[in-house]
C-alpha cells in the first residue's frame, strides 16, 4: 500500500463551467497551427515557408539550440501563413488541413530491439521528444542527460481542469506503450503520482515499471513542481524530467502504429460555455468549431489551459500544445462603485475580507478583473498560505527581482516554475505579476550556468 502524501497549504477556487463528462467528437477544423512560444527555452528556425505542404510528422521548425529536436505538422496540409510577432518572433505556424490526413511513415522496430539511442532518434524526428521537460527551467530535456527520475503528474487540481482518470481510461495500452518507451530512456525511477481521493483508472492502477504515489490537497496538489518537491527534492546539478499522461499516449500510438497521431481529448469549460463538455480533437486545432454557437454574448476571454497559467487566445485561436484544456470567462473591464464597502455574497474570497467565505460549496463567475490597481510591494503573509512547497517564496521573489545568483540557489530556485507561483500571483494583495518574475529568474539562471 502506498503512502498518501497530504498536502495542507493551497486554494480551491470554486468557478461556474465545470465540463460535464460526455466526449464529443470535435468536427474536423479548417485550420490548425504549431506554436513555438509554446516551447520555453528553444528559438525555433524554420523548414517551410507559405505555400509548402506537409504531412502529420513533417518537420516544420528545430531548435537552433539543438538542431536535432524537431517540431512537426499535427495534420497534412498547405502551410498558409507563418505569424510573427515583435522583433520578428515566430508565433504561429498555421496549415489548412486536407479533408483527409495523410502521415509520414516513420520506420520503427519492435521496442524491445531498440537502443536508447535510437528511442531518442525516433522522438526526436516525430517532434515527440518536446512532451518530454525537465526540471529545473521546464525546457524541453536535454536526450544526454541522464535524469534522476521521471516523474508523471496523472491529476490536475487546477480550476475547473479536466479530469485526467476520465480522459485516460480507454487509452490503457497506449499509455502502458509509452511508459515501457520512457523506460528505455532511464534506468531510474518513473513516478506516476495519483490523486487519493478517488480510486484510479485501471489505466494508472495496472501500469507497469512506474511507482505509484498517492496524493490529496488543495490546488497546487496536482503540479509537478509540489510532487517532485515532496518526493525527491531537486538540488544544484540534479535533473528530473516529467511528462502528462496524454503526452505519454501520444508516444505509445507512435510505437505502436508508426504515425504521429496528435488526437487528444480536451475540456472546453468555463462560466460563458453554454455546454462545456469534452471534446476529441487533433493537438492545435482552431477553438473556433468548438465554441461556435456554444458560448454567451458580450466580450469574454478565451485561454488556452487553465485560468491561472493559461494563454490568452482569440476566438479563433489555437490549442497549445502542452494543453488539455480551453476556458471561456467574462472579460473585467469594468469598474465597480464601491465594490470595497459592499458584503459580497456573490463574489469569491480567497480569505475573509468578504462575507461568502461563509458559503464554501458555492461556485462563482469569475472574470478577468484585477479588483484594483498595482501597489507596493508588501509582505503580508498571503503567499505563504497557498505555497506548500518548503521555500521562502517572497524571500526568492525578491532575490530574483535584484539578480542575486547565490541567494536564488540558496532559496530554492532550481525547483520551482511559473505554475507553482501561480495562486500567490492570485492572491497577492499587491498585484504584482510573480509569474513573469520566476520566469525571469529562470531564465537568467539557465543563461548563467550555460
Not at 520555453?40 to 506537409?54: N, T
Not at 544526454?144 to 508523471?152: C, G, M, R, T, V
Not at 518507451?181 to 480510486?199: G, Q, W
Amino acid at each position: 500500500m502506498s503512502k498518501v502524501i497530504k498536502i495542507k497549504k493551497g486554494l480551491n477556487i470554486s468557478m461556474l463551467g465545470t465540463a460535464e463528462k460526455v466526449i464529443k467528437k470535435a468536427n474536423r477544423a479548417q485550420f490548425y497551427a504549431i506554436k513555438p512560444t509554446d516551447f520555453k527555452g528553444i528559438r525555433p528556425k524554420l523548414l517551410v515557408k507559405v505555400g509548402d505542404r506537409v504531412k502529420a510528422g513533417t518537420p516544420v521548425f528545430f531548435d537552433k539550440f539543438q538542431p536535432e529536436v524537431q517540431f512537426t505538422a499535427p495534420v497534412s496540409g498547405e502551410i498558409t501563413e507563418i505569424t510573427r510577432g515583435e522583433r520578428r518572433v515566430i508565433l504561429e505556424i498555421v496549415i489548412k488541413a486536407d479533408l483527409e490526413i495523410e502521415y509520414e511513415n516513420f520506420e520503427i522496430d519492435e521496442l524491445e530491439n531498440l537502443s536508447r539511442d535510437e528511442v531518442v532518434e525516433i522522438l526526436q524526428k516525430s517532434g515527440l521528444w518536446a512532451s518530454i521537460r525537465q526540471r529545473p527551467y521546464s525546457t524541453i530535456a536535454d536526450p544526454n542527460d541522464d535524469p534522476k527520475a521521471i516523474f508523471i503528474s496523472a491529476f490536475d487540481t487546477a480550476p475547473l481542469a479536466p479530469d485526467m482518470d476520465y480522459i485516460v481510461q480507454d487509452s490503457k495500452s497506449d499509455f502502458q506503450k509509452g511508459i515501457d518507451v520512457l523506460s528505455k530512456l532511464t534506468n531510474s525511477s518513473i513516478h506516476l503520482n495519483i490523486n487519493a481521493d478517488y480510486p484510479a483508472a485501471e489505466t494508472y492502477s495496472k501500469a507497469k515499471g512506474v511507482a505509484i504515489n498517492k496524493f490529496t490537497g488543495p490546488h497546487p496538489t496536482g503540479n509537478v513542481g509540489v510532487q517532485i518537491n515532496k518526493i525527491d527534492p531537486i538540488n544544484k546539478g540534479d535533473i528530473v524530467w516529467y511528462i502528462y499522461p496524454q503526452e505519454i499516449i501520444t508516444i505509445g500510438r507512435l510505437f505502436e502504429k508508426r504515425i504521429y497521431d496528435a488526437t487528444k481529448i480536451i475540456a472546453v469549460s468555463g462560466s460563458e460555455v453554454k455546454n462545456p463538455i469534452y471534446y476529441k480533437i487533433i493537438n492545435g486545432t482552431s477553438i473556433k468549431n468548438l465554441i461556435e454557437n456554444n458560448v454567451t454574448e458580450g466580450e469574454l476571454r478565451y485561454i488556452s489551459g487553465n485560468v491561472l497559467t493559461g494563454t490568452k487566445i482569440s476566438k479563433s485561436g489555437f490549442v497549445s500544445f502542452y494543453d488539455s484544456q480551453i476556458t471561456i470567462i467574462p472579460e473585467g473591464k469594468h469598474h465597480e462603485f464601491f465594490g470595497w464597502a459592499k458584503p459580497g455574497f456573490k463574489k469569491y474570497t480567497a480569505s475573509r475580507a468578504l462575507l461568502s467565505w461563509l458559503l464554501p460549496d458555492r461556485k462563482y463567475c469569475l472574470d478577468t478583473n484585477f479588483n484594483g490597481g498595482n501597489r507596493a510591494y508588501v509582505i503580508t503573509g498571503e503567499y505563504e498560505k497557498v505555497f506548500p512547497m518548503n521555500i521562502f517564496p517572497v524571500q526568492l521573489i525578491k532575490a530574483i527581482l535584484v539578480e542575486d545568483i547565490d541567494k536564488m540557489e540558496q532559496l530554492g530556485i532550481y525547483e520551482v516554475d511559473e505554475e507553482d507561483f501561480a495562486l500567490c500571483e492570485y492572491v497577492c494583495t499587491s498585484k504584482t505579476e510573480v509569474q513573469s518574475i520566476i520566469r525571469k529568474g529562470l531564465d537568467l539562471m539557465r543563461k548563467e550556468m550555460s
